[in-house]
């Protein structure tokens, strides 16, 4: 089986890859898992190269072999890889491609809260894993963590409410200055499949278009 679709992320995973993005026939959301459980389901830089040894970006249109749904409770959107294959690119997109099928989504809440992150005991109700946002006053901060590693989080706008220290995984931002700003984009914000720590979910801003 194939699903054709719109890359919207690649977002740092475990060591490897979150690649996620719209199927363009349907607008349902697919995100891409691999069989590894040690790396949590992330893909491989193997899995998204294509033939000709380049590998996908955010906005290809690809091809990808998959065995069949892999959805948890939380995450239905996960659909495992077929690893043999590769990946094929049958184009580029622009973001109006995207939202003419899987328009901005408008909720009351991110995943019900304005918290960084959802509770364990909460995160079976959620419902969903993915959603593409438009937001404003995006702030990307570099801070460190308490071992004195780098953390980049993001705080902004999205439906009159204000959401602060988001964590982070999209690498083409990680070494932006502090503070850098913009006032309007589009970001992908995704949940992961397990807890941590202490049986929270961390929302993760996984890829971040400004406009």
């Known amino acids: 089986m194939e699903r054709e679709v719109a890359i919207l992320t690649r977002s740092s995973k475990f060591g490897g890859y979150c690649v996620a993005g719209v199927d363009l026939n349907t607008g349902e959301w697919v995100r891409f898992v691999s069989n590894?459980?040690?790396?949590h389901g992330a893909l491989s830089r193997r899995d998204i190269t294509y033939e000709d040894k380049s590998i996908c970006n955010p906005l290809d249109v690809v091809l990808v072999d998959v065995v069949g749904a892999a959805p948890l409770a939380h995450q239905p959107e996960n659909y495992l890889i077929d690893s043999r294959e590769y990946w094929r690119k049958t184009g580029e997109c622009r973001l109006s491609d995207v939202l003419s099928v899987?328009?901005?989504e408008v909720r009351p809440y991110l995943y019900g809260n304005l918290s960084p992150f959802v509770e364990g005991e909460e995160i079976n109700g959620?419902?969903?894993s993915l959603t593409f946002v438009r937001v404003s006053s995006l702030t990307i901060s570099q801070t460190t963590n308490a071992y004195n590693k780098p953390k980049t989080k993001a705080s902004f706008f999205y439906n009159g409410k204000w959401y602060n220290n988001m964590s982070f995984t999209d690498p083409d931002f990680y070494s932006v200055?502090?503070?850098?700003?913009?006032a309007n984009a589009y970001l992908v914000i995704s949940l992961p499949d397990t807890p941590f720590p202490e049986d929270c979910y961390y929302k993760f801003v996984a890829q971040i278009f400004p406009l």
């Open 126 to 128: 959620v419902g969903y």
């Open 36 to 39: 590894d459980a040690q790396a």
């Open 177 to 182: 200055p502090n503070g850098t700003r913009f």
């Open 102 to 104: 899987h328009p901005a």
